[in-house]
């Protein structure tokens, strides 16, 4: 039956869409590599409201926005209606002063209000600075929070549900910063209502709005701080235009049809706030924000909103694709709807497994009758974001693809591996507040963007094809035999292969004599291959047999390919204690951070290697010579 479906998939053709195929021009100097597409950037607008103003003018009642009310109604913004907004509160906010050194912070998560406030302060040329709301809603000491508003310095801070948000806005904002909220609080420090500043009648904002060039912050991104504190991005005008210029020049789909998406990436983070909420903002199109997430308890949301709106491009990160491709495979109504429009997959945030991608693959096969392509790339906060796209002659998990129209590429050798830098006009030119040697070591002499990332080629032979991910380079490692240990494929494959099981993997070993792992297992999965009920204990589940046994089996799986000690895992810790956000070890987005993780549980891992064999918490494996 498998076979079949693979040669069926051969066989059927992929869903009409519109997207380009780069033609690299490829340069070898020296030992680096110069990747660049041969066509050249096309124009794009001064400031990215423009496309408010036109889509204003061309289709002034076509939905921008729109998300369910408290009785599960949709309501949305027009066009029309946003920019009128956007003025409304743009002056208020000139009103009030703010500007690069006073900016608006929003404390909480995608809706409404946001998008209106943060289009009113870029419509101003005032930067705004979505900060995530696990800093003030899930953080024990508000550390990080304190950081980003003492990095900041803002002149108003907005939360939705302000009582919600007092607590930490009480231990780390100056009681002289305003505050204004949808809701009211009773006592305490004052609150200026949203509605008020809705109300404001527009005067000199427009002339603000023409004053508007390239170099104007739109935003202040903060990046996830998945090795220190996060880092202020200030996000120009020109970063976000020209990345949405290279997006449509990609995909040129997206000027073919409005896109409609539905949506729940946090808008704090430079995949739902710069890529998809701009991609839809850039071409007319329309986003549906979605409350759920792909954890338990909230992917239900999700799946209820795709039972009513069909999205043109799907985007999520690879567990919400995982989740999503289980409820396509049980749900016909689902199916119905969901395939009625799609035309492409993209997933970003990390790689797709192998396993995770045939089965989206099958699924697709089975119901929808044609092949919908599966898209991804490369970038980061500080490109604004996208780089790299999957739209060379390849397609498979680990593939990042080839440049897109203006980004300059280059490729560096780096401890045995090729490190991925960027220039263009998409790349920032310094973090906000850093002092000039934090900027300058960013850069290389080139003035090339240092990723830190890794890739390689898909095959040496063939550059043209385009690059995969190997990893990140400063989480490499070697033992103490001087052997290195490449991080980021070990646990993109204890991941894969440990689905639906494991959440995330760290690797130890640095200067010993073998390879061990650190897994964060997935509880609810694991407590269901227990048989154990919901109060079961994180600890309790795992330590049952038949889930000691699976992890045991994993272990002897993951061994069966290793080709030398770099590659072969001797030892297995599943850590019974959940990843720290105020420690630092995982980001509000999950991304696990391998040094905090580390340092944090240094005692565990020197008991993995201190009583060789005789951890019962470890298991243990035994290299055959």
């Not at 390849?394 to 220039?423: H, Q, W």
């Not at 005692?603 to 993995?608: G, R, T």
Request: proline fraction near 6%.
């Amino acid at each position: 039956m498998e076979s079949q479906l693979r040669e069926n998939a051969r066989e059927t053709p992929y869903r009409s869409v519109a997207v380009s195929s780069v033609s690299p021009r490829i340069e070898q100097r020296g030992d680096c590599w110069y990747i660049e597409a041969t066509d050249p950037l096309g124009s794009y607008p001064t400031r990215l409201t423009e496309r408010l103003a036109s889509g204003a003018e061309a289709h002034p009642d076509r939905l921008l926005v729109a998300r369910r009310d408290s009785n599960g109604v949709w309501r949305g913004i027009s066009y029309g209606q946003m920019a009128q907004d956007a003025r409304a509160i743009g002056q208020a906010l000139r009103d009030r002063g703010l500007s690069e050194e006073r900016p608006l912070v929003i404390l909480s998560g995608n809706s409404l209000e946001h998008l209106q406030l943060a289009l009113g302060a870029m419509w101003a040329g005032i930067p705004y600075a979505p900060i995530s709301p696990a800093y003030s809603l899930i953080s024990g000491d508000y550390g990080k929070l304190r950081h980003v508003l003492s990095t900041l310095t803002p002149g108003l801070v907005f939360a939705d549900e302000i009582a919600s948000y007092t607590a930490a806005l009480d231990a780390t904002l100056a009681s002289d910063v305003e505050r204004v909220s949808v809701t009211s609080l009773e006592g305490g420090s004052p609150v200026t209502s949203f509605a008020s500043l809705l109300n404001t009648k527009p005067r000199d904002v427009d002339t603000a709005h023409e004053s508007i060039d390239g170099d104007t912050v739109a935003k202040f991104l903060f990046t996830s701080g998945s090795t220190r504190l996060p880092k202020v991005v200030p996000t120009t005008h020109r970063m976000l235009c020209s990345n949405q210029e290279m997006l449509l020049e990609t995909f040129p789909e997206f000027g073919k049809e409005p896109p409609v998406l539905v949506d729940w990436l946090p808008w704090n983070h430079t995949f739902g706030g710069s890529h998809n909420l701009g991609i839809a903002l850039y071409n007319g199109g329309t986003i549906y924000i979605d409350d759920g997430k792909p954890v338990p308890g909230k992917f239900e949301e999700t799946l209820r909103n795709l039972r009513e709106i069909a999205p043109t491009i799907y985007f999520n990160v690879p567990k919400g694709w995982e989740e999503l491709t289980i409820a396509l495979e049980s749900d016909a109504t689902l199916r119905e709807r969901f395939f009625s429009s799609v035309k492409m997959y993209f997933f970003a945030g990390a790689g797709l497994s192998k396993a995770a991608w045939e089965r989206l693959e099958r699924v697709t096969l089975k119901y929808c009758g044609e092949r919908i392509r599966i898209m991804a790339g490369l970038g980061m906060t500080e490109t604004a974001p996208s780089c790299l796209f999957t739209t060379g002659p390849f397609s498979g998990a680990g593939y990042i693809g080839l440049p897109a129209p203006g980004c300059m590429t280059k490729l560096v050798p780096v401890d045995g591996k090729l490190e991925v830098r960027f220039r263009g006009p998409n790349v920032m030119r310094g973090y906000w507040r850093a002092s000039p040697e934090q900027t300058k070591d960013v850069f290389d002499d080139e003035g090339y963007y240092r990723t830190g990332d890794a890739v390689r080629f898909v095959d040496a032979a063939r550059p043209e094809i385009g690059l995969s991910f190997d990893g990140r380079i400063a989480e490499d490692f070697k033992l103490g035999s001087g052997t290195f240990v490449s991080v980021g494929p070990m646990r993109a494959r204890i991941i894969s292969e440990g689905a639906p099981y494991v959440q995330d993997a760290v690797i130890t070993g640095m200067n010993r004599d073998d390879v061990g792992a650190m897994l964060f297992p997935r509880v609810d999965a694991c407590r269901t291959l227990a048989g154990l009920g919901a109060n079961s204990t994180a600890k309790e589940v795992l330590n049952a047999p038949s889930v000691r046994a699976y992890f045991t089996e994993l272990a002897a799986r993951l061994n069966s390919g290793a080709t030398g000690s770099s590659t072969y895992i001797a030892r297995l810790r599943i850590l019974t204690t959940p990843p720290s956000l105020d420690k630092g070890e995982i980001t509000d987005k999950g991304s696990i951070n391998q040094r905090a993780v580390l340092q944090h549980r240094a005692h565990l891992v020197e008991a993995m290697y201190a009583n060789d064999g005789a951890d019962p918490e470890v298991i243990y494996t035994r290299r055959k010579n």
